[in-house]
């Protein structure tokens, strides 16, 4: 694709921005060719994507505008890199000689207490940033499983949503003001002010891109109090048949007016996967966790289990332990270093994808979709789901899918086993009007289905990735996928 | 035919378990409730290496499977995966394994062990709880049978012993040993337990585990449990500053090389 | 009730175990030692009034146990080393002797009964246990030392001993074993592949560093068995000890808190190594170590410290 040779691309990258900031080890450019979604590949040593040419640090907006000038000048596709934690493909580097632009190195944040505001560079580690934050007792109240790993200029170009969003939103309500580099060079930055109306809302091209229009170098987002002392957990187990009585719990809190921060269903299968320490099996599990000042966590409380006790079905579990689980939940470099080595000792790889739709529908999603994987997937270990963050309109369902990956090359495991299962999900998710992807982003993954998922306002994607990369160099083949 | 039973504990997760937990412990026991439920690494280990062992027994050799546990109703998953994954027969004795004692642990598998009569007992050398390392060898003492730990694989052979590749003092050595004898299994890479299939669970797993009443006769424990404390590891973690690798390199050489023979 | 040490001289690290066992029995009166050697080697150099030696061509368990079995003297409190011949041994005569038995013991004080520590919760904690019965079997923990005092073995008697060697014999994989180390480099999961171990390897040669691994590490297969650091492995006293790319887990980190300064390298700064070191270089543990062997031989001086 690109019109200058592979090596001097390196080359002038060098000239560009130095030559400590351009690498070309071969394992590295291997590992930058791919992101979680081919796990299986990773783990067995191969990749099947091109290997790019390059990967590239920039550290400031004018760097990576000079760099995606000279990327644009000669066709050279760019993928937008920061924490390196996606899992839908968005990361991979479908074309030849692509560069990658990593902007971790841009790790600098300035906390503005007084307008409850923090302005951040695209590199910086939600994790430190948080941790730091929670000292002086403020959150960004943002808090994904990716937390250990991602960093800002991701989290917003993925549309991110942590465990707390049912009472601060996903990253879109977090965040104020934003700037962004386009492909031809133009940086753009948007002011930070609480609200305004000055025609449509602009932040909304720049967050949940994925990279396919423009590369986020700094992003402002809201601050909250952070009063732990105050949490309060509410939990129940209930029969796993009763899982469409579940859903509708989780409706009635939030049609009822409370705004819990974590508001959860778990069914039997992945219910045990977290509580085998107590939990019986075949038991689901619902659980809420009332966040805020005293008082209204307290009345959020008092009203959730106001409301559960005209249920027979639910019995009541102990909030410790609650409190307890609720501490070993994220994913830190030694879990995914432990998962690494299993998956190579055992061939069994577990997958998860995220869902979302209307209260009306979305148990039908959930039923329709575990019998379809159960009874179509050859070779499946364990089906569950759960769901995770809840609306006035609906909720979202994460599906976990583990399969043993049996006479098959590694080269081959996409198709024969990721790529079916996602295509089943999107399937039986369309049909019923929800949305294929509530919170990891289309990737590359299920690009496949945005025509489907967009009807007929695919119209407004594609003509914003025409105004804003008209010449495609933009991680090409996220969002809009490839013509084979 | 030849008999195989494996033995196993399943403990809590504790790589689960903050680090600041273990810093505030007081008391005699730490509350693992909350935690999940996991096999104990030797034992998954030596389930694993019964079903390889199985897979290439040689075709004049019918082997069968068996699992024996200590433990309550939680480890009824876990027997229910075996028979999955073709186990003939999943036991539980019925107790508290945490709270038994390593003298009664082996009495309670050894009379299981009478009655079922296996040719060969495979069972981790130590649970991953930080277990006693105690239980294998009590019980080949009990049943008068030999006993070879740190046992990294085993093959069977036509004439009813087993080759057994263990760790020694002096390295790994290859030993032919008669049955019936204990098999304690030691730290053998790349052993994690295999997975059934769901449609493996709903036709084979489906067999309620077998429980057993426990034999109950008054304890021989050795020791008791007077108090815990957590040990304290604390250094000066200083981190070296820096944007890129490199830097941090050159400042930890530059404020320390020296000083610690480095340069 | 008297004590008798009990040495695996067929261990090559007979030596460390050796001054673990005399740490643990510190105290304590202790007019016996009994020692295994291979045939032909002269009595080891342990301190003691009589010593009881059992000798073969080869170490085979059941011999041995028998000959032990038969040699107990009543009333005796016996410590072992804490070599993996004697964590068998220790508990088969506890059971035969109706006694009770305790591995890798840090501790053993008398207050009218016994008392043992040991560690538990997977060495994160350590625990103080009353002793029920008698006769007593103990084996001694890693890390223990004291130095060996300069009397001899005193009057020696000597059992010979009929063995069957093993089928064969994968000799180890290091010439000398790691407690000697004075510069290590401990290798954990961090470093992620066998190619990166392999490459630790070198580097470690490069600068004259021995390297040990983690059982993480080793559960992967990437290295031998015989690089084990930790409590199952060795417990290494060196000057300077690279914790690369492990967490710091109590099992493998117990064999590296006697090092005199560790430096850890590891991605994530939230690892427990990093509070558990002197000093934290944040990165990719196999860069980083690349780096070092760079600096070092290109002998480049240090820029001076930078303000960030």
Known sequence: MAVIARARIAEELSKLLGSDRVVTDEQVLRESSLDRYRKYEQCMGVFTQPIPAAVVYAESAEEVSRVLTFCHANEINVVPRTGHSAIEGGLETALEDSVVLDGSRMDQYTVDPVNMQVTCGCGVPLQALDDALRAQGLTTGHSPQSKPLAQMGGLVATRSIGQFSTLYGGIEDMIVGLEAVFPNGEICRIKNVPRRSVGPDIRHIICGNEGALCFITEVTVKLFPWMPENNRYISYQLPDEEMELGFSCLREVMTAGYRPSFARLYDGADAYSHFSGWLEEGKAMLIWMCEGPAGVSAATEAGIRELMARHPQLEEVDPDRIQQWYATLNWGPEQIAREREEIIATHNIGITTEISGSWSVIYQIYASVKERLLSEVPDITFVGGHSSHSYINGTNVYFTYYYNVVDCPPEEEINKYHNLINRIICQETLRFGGSISHHHGLGKARAHYVREEYGSSYYMLKTLKQAFDPDGIMNMGTLIPLRK | MMLLLGCFKVVPDLDRVPGKVWRKVSGTAVDTDYLPRIISFQDESALELMLRCADRAPDDLRTELEALTLGDRRCDPFLKNLYALGFARAMRIEGSAAAVCPEDTAAELAAVCRDRRPDLIVTGCQSSDGGSGLVPLFLAETLGIPCVTQVLDFTLLSDGRVEVRHQGDEGIAVRRVRTPCVLAVGNAACTYLRFPTVKAKLSLGRQPATVLPPVGEETMAGLRLQSLRGPDRKRAGVVMEGDTAEERVRRFLARYGKEWGLL | ?308
């Open chain 3, 1 to 308: 009730m008297s004590v008798c040490i009990l040495i695996n001289g067929f261990s090559p690290a007979w030596k460390e175990n050796a001054a673990g066992v005399i740490s643990l029995a510190e105290g304590l009166d202790c007019p016996r030692c009994i020692q295994f050697l291979p045939e032909g080697q002269a009595p080891l150099p342990i301190p003691a009034e009589e010593t009881t030696i059992l000798t073969a061509l080869h170490y085979e368990t059941e011999p041995v146990l028998s000959a032990l079995t038969q040699i107990y003297r009543e009333d005796e409190v016996w410590v072992f080393d804490r070599s993996m011949a004697c964590a068998e041994l220790a508990p088969r005569l506890a059971a035969r002797r109706g006694g009770a038995c305790a591995l890798s013991v840090s501790s053993l004080t008398r207050e009218g009964s016994w008392q043992v520590r040991r560690g538990c919760y997977s060495s994160h904690l350590e625990g103080e246990y009353q002793v029920l019965r008698t006769p007593l079997f103990v084996t001694a923990a890693p890390g223990l030392s004291a130095p060996l005092a300069e009397n001899g073995p005193g009057a020696v008697h000597w059992v010979r001993l009929e063995t069957i060697p093993p089928e064969r014999v994968e000799p180890a994989e290091i010439a000398a074993p790691l407690s000697r180390s004075k510069r290590l480099i401990a290798l954990g999961r961090g470093a992620g592949s066998e190619a990166n171990c392999r490459e630790a390897l070198r580097l470690a040669e490069d600068m004259n560093f021995d390297l040990g691994i983690s059982r993480a590490a080793a559960m992967n297969g990437w290295l031998s068995l015989d690089r084990l650091v930790g409590v199952s492995g060795a417990i290494a006293h060196p000057e300077i000890c690279i914790a690369c790319g492990v967490s710091g887990a109590p099992a493998l980190y117990a064999g590296l808190e006697k090092s005199r300064r560790i430096l850890a390298i590891n991605r994530d700064l939230h690892a427990p190594i990093c509070r558990q070191a002197d000093a934290v270089i944040q990165g990719d543990c196999i860069e980083v170590l690349r780096l070092l062997s760079q600096f070092r031989r290109e002998g480049v001086s240090p820029r001076s410290e930078e303000p960030r």
